[in-house]
């Protein structure tokens, strides 16, 4: 096992059943131009912590772990997208409709690939999802069962939306989960503080937090 200090205390993992989850670190949602900017959002916090995401990336690759990306992302005829999601909010273009990199959220659109700094490397899982928690119509669940995956390690956006959502799916399957705080964003600074502060309380209700240093220093 591997112990790393963390809130709400040391998160311990064994290596050979730990994946790295890295979330949405799409252009739709960090670049000038996709979603996250029809939205009225600030892009540049979440574009700021790709360095931090990449390094990470590294320390996994460099030990062969699992890696998984998830992007959400919708078939080019919207089926999996429902009615609801499209109208809500005053965004434009909607999802679907042309932007700046192509039809926002859809698969295969330019705006939906991961960013170039953070590519998905051959054998890296990557995971397109219909809906913000990253196991609901995806059969990811099944396949990590299928491997032996106990410990999930989180990264990417935003912390309160897709990464938390994500994480509390996770945790009620059983995997232990943590998030790096400096892996991960939000375009609104004090819903990530609150969101951490959510997954951490009660003695780890959702999971454990800590800095990408603490991990570095473990490993």
Known sequence: ??????????????????????????RDFIEPGGFGAALGNDVSRLLAIVPNVAALLALFRAKAWPVIHTREAHLPDL?????AKIA????????GE????????????????????LAPLAGERVVDKPGKGMFWATGLHEALQAEGISHLI???????VCVQTSMREANDRGYDCLLITDAT???FAAFKEATI???????????????????????
């Not at 809500?88 to 999802?95: C, E, K, M, Q, V």
């Not at 989180?154 to 309160?160: N, Q, R």
């Open 154 to 160: 989180f990264a990417g956006v935003t912390t309160e």
């Open 185 to 187: 964003e939000s375009y």
């Open 1 to 26: 096992m591997i112990t790393v200090q963390a809130i709400p205390y040391p998160y311990a993992f064994p290596p050979g059943k730990t994946a790295l989850v890295v979330i949405d670190m799409q």
């Open 88 to 95: 809500r909010g005053d965004a434009s273009p909607r999802i």
């Open 197 to 219: 502060a959510m997954i951490t309380a009660q003695g780890g209700i959702v999971g454990w937090a800590t800095p990408l240093a603490a991990l570095e220093a473990a490993l």
């Open 79 to 83: 089926s999996d997208c429902p009615p």
């Open 98 to 117: 042309v932007g700046p990199m192509g039809r926002l959220l859809v698969r295969g659109e330019a705006g939906n690939q991961i960013v170039p700094a």
